[in-house]
Each structure stands twice: as C-alpha cells, then as structure tokens.
C-alpha cells in the first residue's frame, strides 16, 4: 500500500522518510551470520538496496566495491541489502562478482519496506545516529570523484585527501 507525501513522491507503508531515524531489524548475513542494523551505529552507513536480476544494480556493484574498499570501516560503512527471491541467487552473485562488503538478504521485505524501495537500486545515506539523510534511486558510478565529494558533502566528513 502506498501514499503520496507532500512532495508528490509515493512513500511505502512503513517507511522511514529522509530526516527520521530507522527502526531496529535484524540483519541476516549472506554468510549465515545475523546482526542488528543498531550494530552499524556510531559511524556513517551507505546502504545500497538490490537484486542479481535487476541489471543496474549489477551495473554499479563495481563502484560501490571500489568505494567500499577505499573507505569502509574508515569513515563510513558500507553494506548491501538483497532483495532476491532466494538467498542463494544472492550469494551466487556475490561470489561471482568478488564483491566484499558485507551483504544480506531481506528475506521478509522489512527493510525494503522500511527503506522505500519500492524501485531498485536505492542506496540510503544514513548519519552515525542512524537518522536518514539521502535516498538516491537509480544506478550510480559511486567512486567518481564528484560523487565521492557529495557523499563527503551529506555526511559532513572530508573524503578528498584519502589514499587507496
């Protein structure tokens, strides 16, 4: 079920809107592990939202690996969130495409709904308090210089004198 906001874009039920904080989910690893999306508090997160069958989502997985690697666990966080049928169509691509960061599948559709994407991909900015601050629907080349300096830019941080 969806509604129209005041800015004309449909949100989906359930979801937290830019400004406001995620609620607490339980996060399960492509790798078995399960963890609490709360753990990923105290430092700024991209959460990138998609599936193996959805082609720009695998278009942009390679950038999003490249920034993952420059700056994941440094200034921010980097993870993503599958929306595919089956686990293991999932971790199938994943392992396929040498993709590192951490990965899980949201087998019950709670932070698909929770995050709206209700289109994929969607990647979420998110602050260290766990407060949204960006959705950004569509593929994007994630480690060009310009996109690295707006991400600097909503989180606040200073990105241009990293090294790789």
């Not at 753990?39 to 959805?54: E, F, H, Q, R, T």
């Not at 950004?136 to 310009?146: F, I, L, S």
């Not at 996109?147 to 941080?157: C, K, L, P, S, Y």
């Amino acid at each position: 079920m969806t509604q129209p906001d005041t800015t004309g874009q449909a949100v989906v039920s359930g979801e937290v809107d830019r400004g406001n904080y995620l609620r607490e989910a339980i996060l399960e690893g492509l790798n078995g592990n399960q963890i609490k999306l709360s753990d990923y508090i105290g430092k700024p997160l991209i959460i990138n939202v998609w599936a193996s069958w959805c082609g720009p989502c695998r278009a942009e997985m390679g950038s999003l690996e490249n920034l993952s690697q420059r700056y994941n666990g440094k200034q921010f966080n980097v993870i993503g969130i599958s929306t595919d049928d089956y686990r293991n169509q999932a971790v199938s691509f994943i392992e396929q495409t040498g993709i590192t960061f951490e990965n899980y599948h949201d087998s019950k559709l709670i932070l698909e709904s929770m995050l709206g994407a209700n289109t994929i991909p969607l990647t979420v900015l998110v602050d260290e308090n766990g407060r949204v601050l960006e959705k950004v629907r569509g593929a994007r080349e994630w480690d060009t210089p310009e996109i690295v300096h707006a991400i600097g830019e909503v989180f606040r941080i200073n990105l241009t004198e990293q090294t790789k």
